[in-house]
C-alpha cells in the first residue's frame, strides 16, 4: 500500500481552545481520508505543523518524513498571504523529501461563507434583519495580511458572505491595514459582525476588544470552528480535502 503524507499546516495560537478546534478538524481529516483509503488502497497520514506559536514548525515536520514518500502541505489557513507564499515553499524546498507538494489555502469558498451564515445565525441574524435600505451591512473581520493577493482572497470572501447572506458585506483587516475593523464599524455602526478567522485565538479576542471599543451594540459571531462543534470541523476538513485533490491532479497532468 503506498503512502501518503499530509502535513495540515494551521497558523498555531497561544489559545488552548483555538488549539483544541484546529485539532479536530485535523481529526475530521483524517477520517475523511481514511474512508478513502478504503476505495483507491492508499494510506493518508496527516501530520500536525504550524508556521507561527505552536511545534512542530512546518520545517520540523517535512524534515522528519521520510524522503521515499511523498507528501503534500495541506495550509488550515483560510487565505494565499505570506504563510503560504514563503514559509511553506520554504519547508517544501528544504524538506528532502523529493515528492512534495503544497496545496492552495482553504478560502475563498462557498462552503465557508455557508458556515459563516450559520455562525452569525447562532448570534440572533436572519435575513428580515437585512431587508430594507436603511439596514446596516454585515461586516466581516479578517486578519490581513501584507500580500495584495491575501488582501484579494479575503475581499473575496466577503463577495461570497454578501451572495450567501442577500445582504450587503463590508471586509475589514484587524491587522493595522486598512481598512482597519476600527474604521469600518465606526463608519458603519453594524448589528452583526462576522469573524472571517478559523478558530478562537489573538485575532478573534482583538476584533471583539476593537469593535466594542467603537460600536458597545454590535453584536460578534464565533469563528468558524468550535471545539465542540464536529460538523463544523468537518467542513473546514472537506474543504482542505478539495485543496488536495485539486494538487493531486495538478502533479499527475
Known amino acids: 500500500m503506498s503512502v501518503l503524507n499530509i502535513l495540515a499546516t494551521s497558523h498555531g495560537t497561544d489559545s488552548s481552545e483555538g488549539r483544541q478546534a484546529i485539532a479536530l478538524v485535523r481529526a475530521e481529516l483524517q477520517k475523511l481520508l481514511h474512508e478513502r483509503s478504503t476505495s483507491d488502497g492508499r494510506e493518508y497520514k496527516v501530520h500536525e505543523a504550524y508556521v507561527d506559536v505552536q511545534t512542530p514548525s512546518v520545517d520540523e515536520a517535512a524534515q522528519a518524513l521520510p524522503d521515499g514518500e511523498p507528501c503534500v502541505?495541506?495550509?488550515?489557513?483560510?487565505?494565499?498571504g505570506f504563510h503560504t507564499q514563503v514559509d511553506l515553499r520554504r519547508a517544501a524546498r528544504t524538506s528532502g523529501v523529493k515528492d512534495i507538494y503544497i496545496a492552495a489555502s482553504l478560502g475563498p469558498d462557498a462552503r465557508l461563507a455557508h458556515l459563516q451564515?450559520?455562525?452569525l445565525e447562532e448570534v440572533g441574524w436572519h435575513e428580515k434583519i437585512?431587508?430594507?435600505?436603511?439596514?446596516?451591512?454585515?461586516?466581516?473581520?479578517a486578519a490581513g495580511s501584507s500580500r495584495q493577493d491575501g488582501r484579494a482572497d479575503m475581499q473575496r470572501a466577503a463577495d461570497l458572505l454578501a451572495e450567501v447572506l442577500?445582504?450587503?458585506t463590508r471586509n475589514a483587516f484587524i491587522a493595522a491595514i486598512e481598512p482597519t475593523i476600527i474604521d469600518?464599524?465606526?463608519?458603519?455602526?453594524?448589528?452583526?459582525?462576522?469573524?472571517?478567522?478559523?478558530?478562537?485565538?489573538?485575532?478573534?479576542?482583538?476584533?471583539?476588544?476593537?469593535?466594542?471599543?467603537?460600536s458597545a451594540s454590535t453584536i460578534v459571531a464565533a469563528p468558524l470552528v468550535?471545539?465542540?462543534?464536529?460538523a463544523s470541523a468537518r467542513i473546514i476538513a472537506q474543504c482542505a480535502l478539495s485543496r488536495l485533490d485539486e494538487v493531486l491532479v495538478a502533479a499527475t497532468e
Open 166 to 168: 442577500h445582504t450587503p
Open 117 to 119: 451564515r450559520t455562525r
Open 184 to 214: 469600518i464599524t465606526r463608519q458603519e455602526q453594524p448589528r452583526f459582525a462576522s469573524p472571517y478567522l478559523l478558530a478562537d485565538g489573538f485575532f478573534v479576542k482583538k476584533m471583539r476588544r476593537d469593535i466594542e471599543a467603537v
Open 130 to 141: 437585512a431587508t430594507g435600505s436603511a439596514a446596516p451591512p454585515i461586516v466581516q473581520g
Open 226 to 230: 468550535s471545539s465542540h462543534d464536529i
Open 73 to 80: 502541505i495541506v495550509p488550515v489557513l483560510l487565505s494565499t
